[in-house]
């Protein structure tokens, strides 16, 4: 589940709940789950580089899209447009659940944590 804190922030809770059996969803394969997990850690790492100073100092797009914004943030929308996330998905939900992972990992893992913010319009910005 996502909700909001005082501050506008995104959280992430998990829900220990189980749905009813006719509520149930069959189980995914292993081998779908290792691909899903697989591509959310390659988005992950992609986000990590996306909103790196080393993509930033050549790519101007986003560069001037993390300046207009006050809190240096990119709509989750204007990032969903780019090919490099698209190549993994293009589903928004995703991108976010690969911030979650990467905010998670070691720094050997990822050497930067990704905010995630909701501004009053609803627009979620990262």
């Given at each position: 589940?996502?909700?909001?804190?005082?501050?506008?922030a995104l959280l992430f809770k998990h829900?220990?709940?189980?749905?009813?059996?006719?509520?149930?969803?069959?189980?995914?394969?292993?081998?779908?789950?290792?691909?899903?997990?697989?591509?959310?850690?390659?988005?992950?790492?992609?986000?990590?580089?996306?909103?790196?100073?080393?993509?930033?100092?050549?790519?101007?797009?986003?560069?001037?899209?993390?300046?207009?914004?006050?809190?240096?943030?990119?709509?989750?929308?204007?990032?969903?447009?780019?090919?490099?996330?698209?190549?993994?998905?293009?589903?928004?939900?995703?991108?976010?659940?690969?911030?979650?992972?990467?905010?998670?990992?070691?720094?050997?893992?990822?050497?930067?944590?990704?905010?995630?913010?909701?501004?009053?319009?609803?627009?979620?910005?990262?």
């Amino acid at each position: 589940l996502v909700s909001n804190d005082n501050d506008g922030a995104l959280l992430f809770k998990h829900n220990n709940a189980l749905p009813s059996a006719q509520q149930q969803q069959p189980s995914p394969n292993k081998e779908d789950q290792s691909e899903r997990s697989t591509s959310l850690q390659g988005l992950s790492q992609q986000l990590s580089f996306f909103l790196s100073d080393v993509n930033l100092v050549h790519n101007t797009r986003a560069r001037s899209i993390i300046q207009q914004n006050e809190n240096k943030y990119v709509p989750l929308g204007s990032m969903m447009e780019y090919q490099s996330i698209q190549d993994y998905t293009s589903d928004p939900s995703m991108v976010l659940e690969a911030v979650h992972i990467g905010n998670t990992a070691t720094p050997e893992q990822s050497s930067i944590k990704i905010g995630i913010e909701e501004k009053d319009n609803g627009e979620t910005m990262i």
